[in-house]
């Protein structure tokens, strides 16, 4: 189990990089104590209680309002002092995710909490006294509002406060936000339940690395030798090799700029811009990081990557080969044109892309690029900023 350290007054949850100042204020006391609300020393204690929650379902939902909304379910959890245990995922119900890891948040990520608090949790509700006495409630116990845009929990004081500036929008950085408590709430809790990938979660990501930058780095390797060494030098490692190198991640072309373009039906909610303008954005960054070159480009929209040839001239763009829309087809009924699988497992390994690139541009009126911003904030890349075409439609 990956316990956060403690050493004096200093916390090392291993899943937050990054110095202090390169995260959002206080994401490193916070996950630590999320960890331990999650996790008590004895799930039997008799005191102990519980929220049990199913992922939003609602074919209306697409992935960031499945986690925006479990980020309010863990907000309610902290606030009454419940563990919050989280049940059928319909994105994980699917061949693939197999025994107790089918239909089920632990087939792409780490658990919320422990497998013994999760059979206390299933144990108390099978027992009608247990939800009369308030030890067990669920998500019909609290209403929309609540959820959706619930109290943010006030352990830690009001922490966003000290937010520093670094969203960019139409050359002006963004002082204000009607919601800084939520955003920086939501961009914590989304760091804890994302905090390991699952072997599954691992090999997809592989699988899309390697398609789209093996070949680069095959080429690498290659010009690195004069000559090709034999077989057994290839297993020759040194301490160096072992202890040090070894915790390096797997390799993308760097510095890579992430680019998330968001259209199609999302005009109802929110200002659509073209590629172009995105562009627009990447080439101030070259502006500035002259040595920029790589582009991750994830986007639902054909008519986007048919566009982003006209760009390969100057630059290196790496996406997903997968259908995507043409038109105006709105997002359910594309998901479902792809099928359960393919529609979770190629925008969460995008997401996952995303928040680990150098640099971010994107649209904050989608709630997609709101929550990729989050992960980015927690994951040491506060300091990357972050270059918007439009604000959140709730700023």
Known sequence: MNVPMETGSTLYPPWVEGSDEDNLPLTRQVQTDIWKHQHPCNCQNASLRFLLADWETDPGFGMGAQFASMAGMLAIAMNEQRILVTKYYDRAD??????????????????????????RAFSLASQPSAWADGLITGKNNY?????WVGKTPRKWGEPWKAM??????NGKMLIH??????????????RYLMRFPSKYTCFLLNEARHKAFGVVAAKMVLDAYQTWPKESQFHNETDIDKFVWSAKKPWMPRPLVSIHVRQGDKAKEMELFGFEDYMKLAQHL???FPEIRNIWLSTEMQEVINESEAYSKWWNIYYTNISRQRGNTSMPAYEASLGRKTSTNYPLVNF?????????????????CYLIDGMRTTGGKVMAGYLSVNKYRFW
Do not use: M, V
């Open 164 to 169: 520093q500036p670094t969203t960019q929008i």
């Open 94 to 119: 699917h061949e693939d995710c197999l025994g107790s890891n089918h239909a089920q948040w632990s087939c792409y990520f780490l658990s919320e909490t422990s497998e013994e608090c999760r059979n």
């Open 177 to 190: 936000h009607k919601a800084a408590d939520r955003r920086w709430w939501r961009a914590q809790a989304i």
């Open 286 to 288: 070259r502006r500035r």
């Open 352 to 368: 996952l892309l995303a928040s680990d690139a150098d640099f971010f541009i994107g649209a904050l009126g989608s709630t997609w």
């Open 143 to 147: 209403t929309s509002k609540q959820i």
